[in-house]
Each structure stands twice: as C-alpha cells, then as structure tokens.
C-alpha cells in the first residue's frame, strides 16, 4: 500500500491553475518572458549572446522573486513593505506606553465632582485656581 502525506494545516494549500503552479506565478512568469525574449532578441546581435542572456536574466529575476519569493505565508511585495516601514518609516525607539484606565476613571470622577459642585452652587468659596479663599 502506498501512504500519502496530507497536510495538517489546510490553509497553506494553494489552489494549481495549470502544469502545478498558481494563477500568480503563472502571470509573474508570463511577464518576465513578455519582457525578458524580446530584450534578449535584440541585444543579441549588438552585444553578443552571452550579454544579452545576462541581460535577459537581470531584467526576468525580480518577475521570478515576485512570483516563488514568500516568507512565513506573505509574497515578497508584502514583506519589501514592511521593511521599509520598519526601517525608513517608523520610528526607531517605540516606547512602551499604556494608559491606566483608574487614572481615566478617576479623572472622571474628580470632574463630575467639580460639575456637580458648581451646579449646586457650593463653589462661591473656591477661587479659579481650585484653591479655598480664606473668607470662609
């Protein structure tokens, strides 16, 4: 009997358009020959085959990387983002701030207080510092 293996985790299963590979690397592929052929048919003359092989190769690697290229399940656009952000974008030092809901509760409190105060009228002793006058 023969075993095959299946997978545990479902979701890196990529769905196979046609001759095993995905809608995306299919058109990545497609771009880089629309691309890299007729680059290479016309240095191929001037500047000899194997310069415009090399050609062709320098112009086709980044369709290549955008169409094999992931890292933990995220294309290489994807990840190229996210090193400029972190590198160029964002900020370097990101310290660690929290806000301390009691603080916003008591605040709050410390406010309906004061309101409550001045509609009933008890601030008449009070100066606009929030200190007591000594009149009273």
Do not use: W
């Not at 933990?72 to 656009?77: N, T, V």
């Not at 806000?99 to 409550?116: C, G, H």
Request: some cysteine; aromatic content about 8%.
């Amino acid at each position: 009997m023969a075993y095959v293996p299946v997978p545990k985790d479902l979701s890196k299963i990529k769905t196979k358009v046609a001759f095993n590979l995905t809608k995306r690397q299919i058109i990545c592929f497609a771009a880089a020959l629309a691309m890299g052929l007729p680059l290479f048919f016309l240095l191929k003359d001037s500047a000899g085959t194997s310069m415009a092989a090399f050609a062709m190769i320098v112009v086709m690697l980044p369709c290549f990387l955008l169409a094999m290229y992931e890292k933990h399940g995220q294309p290489l656009e994807v990840v190229i983002k996210n090193v400029i952000q972190t590198k160029f974008i964002r900020p370097k030092e990101r310290p660690y701030q929290t806000e301390n809901f009691y603080a916003v509760i008591e605040k709050q409190r410390k406010l309906e207080k004061e309101v409550s105060a001045i509609v009933n009228g008890r601030t008449k002793n009070h100066d606009p510092r929030g200190k007591k006058s000594r009149e009273a």
